[in-house]
């Protein structure tokens, strides 16, 4: 069965820090691992990675994916109140039945950033 | 372009009785899965549709159903509730690439609550 696990469970931070999560994850047929961020109801995409493209940047955030090590981090620099939320890995399997509609997530990290 | 649907928000059941949950997907998305999120699980998938077709189940008891309709709207049904059922019940949708999962779009869920 996959399995996604993401450490630390929560994390307190001051604004202006930086802060890294970690995802490994076990998977058949990896194709891809997906992060979200969740701050009140409906996660949100924030980065695929795949086999052909294992770093994703995008303003303060970051993403690599080492393929050999199966683990993931995500980094967010100099944070902001606004980045307080739950942080969600997921990994996607190859196509076929038992892949179509279905990630498998990791049980989020509880990112809290103070002023 | 309008996001996912999902209703109602918020409901409150007594054991034993049934509920019906909705979603309307993306415009022009044809796949909607269904996840269920609970503080002790995390995010859990329990089935995928696509052109009104169950395409993929996860591991939760046959009280559990859903269907989808021609236009990509979904229900979701849960009979015989028990108080492990409390959870917030996410709904997303993709364009569903080339047979695969990729990025989801969610909804902002609806939380239902047993009594």
């Known amino acids: 069965e996959d399995k996604v696990v993401q450490s630390p469970l929560s994390l307190v931070v001051h604004e202006g820090d930086t802060v890294t999560l970690n995802c490994s994850y076990e998977v058949t047929n990896f194709r891809s691992l997906l992060w979200y961020k969740q701050e009140k109801k409906a996660p949100t995409f924030l980065f695929m990675l795949?086999?052909?493209?294992i770093e994703k940047k995008s303003g303060r955030l970051s993403s690599i994916l080492d393929k050999k090590e199966l683990f993931s981090i995500l980094n967010i620099t100099a944070t902001q109140t606004g980045d307080s939320a739950i942080y969600l890995c997921?990994?996607?399997?190859?196509?076929?039945?038992?892949?179509?509609?279905?990630?498998?997530f990791g049980q989020g990290t509880i990112l809290t950033v103070h002023p | 372009k309008a996001g996912v649907t999902q209703t109602p928000r918020y409901l409150i059941k007594t054991r034993g009785q049934q509920v019906t949950l909705s979603c309307s997907p993306i415009s022009g998305h044809r796949s909607v899965s269904w996840y269920q999120q609970t503080p002790g699980q995390g995010l859990q998938f329990l089935f995928e549709?696509?052109?009104?077709?169950?395409?993929n189940k996860g591991n939760f008891p046959g009280r559990f159903s859903g269907r989808q309709f021609s236009n990509s709207r979904s229900e979701m049904n849960v009979s015989t509730l028990e108080l492990g059922d409390s959870a917030l019940y996410l709904c997303a949708s993709s364009p569903n690439r080339v047979q695969r999962t990729g990025e989801l779009f969610f909804g902002e869920g609806s939380r239902l609550t047993v009594l």
């Open positions: 549709y696509f052109s009104e077709t169950q395409r």
């Open positions: 997921a990994v996607e399997r190859g196509a076929g039945g038992t892949s179509y509609g279905k990630l498998t």
């Open positions: 795949t086999s052909s493209g």
